[in-house]
């Protein structure tokens, strides 16, 4: 029976003119990243499978690759239960492998804490456009800033990320983990009901009010909650008199503070961004992570009609290591959704050096091949990207291929030019 040639459901294979874009981006993120203060790290891909399943990740934990034990530890006849069974998995995020790591190296780390973080992710999710079972995560994070500064910086740094890459006219929605639980008590929903009520809130994009009100009522919840709730939604505005407005409509279900932050950090934002896009209010904006504790926000683009990147305040999370409490803001981009945006748009990575082929003609004697290798060694020092192949018999396909493939500058090395003299 032949080999599959077709990557397993949901990975994918990666083209050169694809790895170059990544490549690019990788680059670029890292270089953007390090100008704020950002410090690169690195943590394993696998991670104990009990972290995975602190109840931390949301739907996530449905979506972990498990790892068998292994040697003498795996033994199937014995095993009853899952745990026999399984001890790790492939991490599904990079932000609980950060808090593992922060609670284990705290003393060897300045705090606040600025860490930069690029690698490969796996869920087991079903598989669409942008979205795969395999997928590279960018991430920067701010650990032990209890202030909104930690926003700000995640903000400006990611959005002059964004500017760079050319991308224009993104909105960054912005809410409050606090905001939406003041909404729903205002409203009259029991505490214990909170996250059932955020899981339908979330569907507002897809499925409007309308299917809200219907699947909040369905869910047995009063109607006249119900209708408050939703009327609170209709009279907040997505800007900075909407969060004044729910500061005081809100009055004793919310702390002043939190509204008064989201102000600050967008108003701060406003005043001091570089690339060209928009900071909005989003009351609806909810985030699937459980372990969010605070401000939270998502970037918005409308050639993709989705979110590329998102984030927010998990303050527990690395508490849940060292049972301390450690304030903690992250941002992550969808380096996928971007990069596949970019190749369908033609991008062009800019101030790129030029790239040469030298196609050596068959017979060329072995002083040809060696004044032509010196050639090419002196344009690599120049910083070209230089590519030296013998010549195909089919050699306009095969210029053709070259210039999809960005090479500009193509030679035809003839045996009559690179000969030694006398025996041509």
Not at 129 to 134: A, F, L, W
Not at 256 to 261: L, Q, R, S
Request: aromatic share 10%.
């Amino acid at each position: 029976m032949a080999l599959k040639k077709k990557p397993v459901t949901g990975m994918n294979d990666m083209l050169p003119r694809e790895m170059e874009i990544r490549d690019y981006v990788i680059q670029m993120i890292k270089d953007t990243y390090r100008t704020f203060g950002f410090s690169a790290i690195e943590t394993p891909c696998v991670e104990h499978i009990e972290n995975l399943l602190s109840k931390q990740g949301g739907e996530n934990e449905q979506l972990i690759f498990k790892i068998l034990k292994r040697g003498a530890k795996l033994n199937l006849e014995t095993a009853k239960t899952e745990s026999d069974l399984v001890d790790g998995g492939l991490r599904y995020d990079l932000t609980l492998p950060l808090s593992r790591y922060y609670a284990n190296h705290a003393n060897e780390l300045p705090s606040p804490f600025k860490a930069l973080q690029v690698g490969n992710v796996w869920r087991a999710d079903r598989p669409q456009r942008g979205r795969y079972r395999q997928f590279m995560q960018c991430d920067i994070d701010i650990l032990g800033e209890p202030s909104n500064l930690a926003e700000i910086e995640l903000i400006l740094a990611t959005s002059t990320l964004l500017g760079k890459l050319d991308f224009r006219h993104f909105t960054i929605r912005i809410n409050d983990r606090q905001i939406l639980k003041a909404m729903a008590g205002y409203s009259g929903f029991a505490k214990e009901s909170f996250d059932e009520v955020f899981i339908i809130l979330d569907k507002m994009d897809k499925i409007g009010p309308e299917g809200v009100e219907m699947e909040l009522k369905e869910a047995g919840y009063k109607e006249n909650v119900v209708d408050t709730y939703l009327t609170l939604f209709k009279e907040v505005t997505n800007d900075l008199e909407g969060i004044h407005y729910l500061k005081e409509k809100l009055a004793g279900y919310l702390e002043p503070e939190v509204a008064e932050g989201l102000e600050t950090i967008i108003s701060t934002v406003e005043e001091t961004k570089e690339a060209d896009f928009a900071m909005r209010f989003d009351p609806t904006l909810v985030r699937g992570m459980s372990y969010y504790t605070g401000t939270i926000f998502e970037i918005s683009m409308d050639e993709f009609g989705g979110s590329v990147g998102g984030g927010g305040r998990y303050d527990k999370m690395i508490g849940k290591f060292t049972g301390q409490d450690t304030p903690a803001c992250g941002f992550s981009i969808g380096f996928e959704r971007i990069v596949l945006l970019l190749l369908e748009s033609g991008y062009q990575i800019p101030t790129k050096k030029e790239k040469k082929a030298y196609l050596i003609e068959k017979g060329m004697p072995s002083e040809g091949v060696t004044r032509i290798l010196a050639l090419a060694k002196e344009e690599r020092a120049k910083g070209y990207q230089v590519l030296v192949s013998n010549m195909k018999k089919n050699k306009k396909f095969q210029k053709d291929q070259l210039a999809q493939d960005g090479y500009t500058d193509v030679k035809e090395c003839f045996v009559r030019e690179f000969a030694p003299q006398g025996e041509e």
